[in-house]
């Protein structure tokens, strides 16, 4: 029988870049751990800021991301959308791009990624504020 957990969570407002948020995510939803197998959803709620899954070891890969996603899509492209500045529109591009959910399985109560694999935000505002996640957990508990 399919089991499900969902729970939100409020991440704390970051500058811009790429931040990994794994032990967030584990910790808003230790019931994780009660699962034998299944699927972690994680969905953000908003249009100018990711998800993705990549290296968690060294954090220049994170300034790495945030220099090619800024070369990918600069600020000063002529957008139509400026209202609300010059790098909400990069980041609603930016934000397409990487996506808004990232799935990760389930074994044996634990994220099965790979070693090197973390899950990150990728805030592309200045000053995106918080941000919210819906975390999603199903499958078979042990």
């Not at 584990?26 to 972690?40: N, S, V």
């Not at 290296?55 to 400026?82: K, W, Y």
């Amino acid at each position: 029988m399919t089991e499900y957990y969902q729970t939100c969570v409020s991440l704390s407002p970051r500058s811009r870049g790429f931040h990994l948020i794994t032990k967030e995510v584990l910790d808003a939803a230790p019931e994780i751990q009660r699962f034998e197998m299944g699927l972690c959803n994680v969905f953000i709620q908003h249009t100018s800021a990711g998800l993705t899954i990549n290296e968690n070891a060294d954090p220049d890969v994170r300034v790495d991301m945030e220099t090619a996603a800024n070369q990918l899509c600069p600020e000063g492209s002529p957008f139509i959308h400026t209202c609300e500045g010059p790098d909400d529109m990069p980041a609603h591009v930016k934000a397409s791009l990487f996506g808004a959910s990232v799935t990760v399985p389930i074994q044996a109560g634990r994220l099965k990624m790979g070693v090197w694999q973390g899950i990150y935000l990728c805030e592309h505002r200045n000053s995106g504020g918080p941000r919210q996640l819906v975390i999603t957990l199903q499958g078979k508990l042990k």
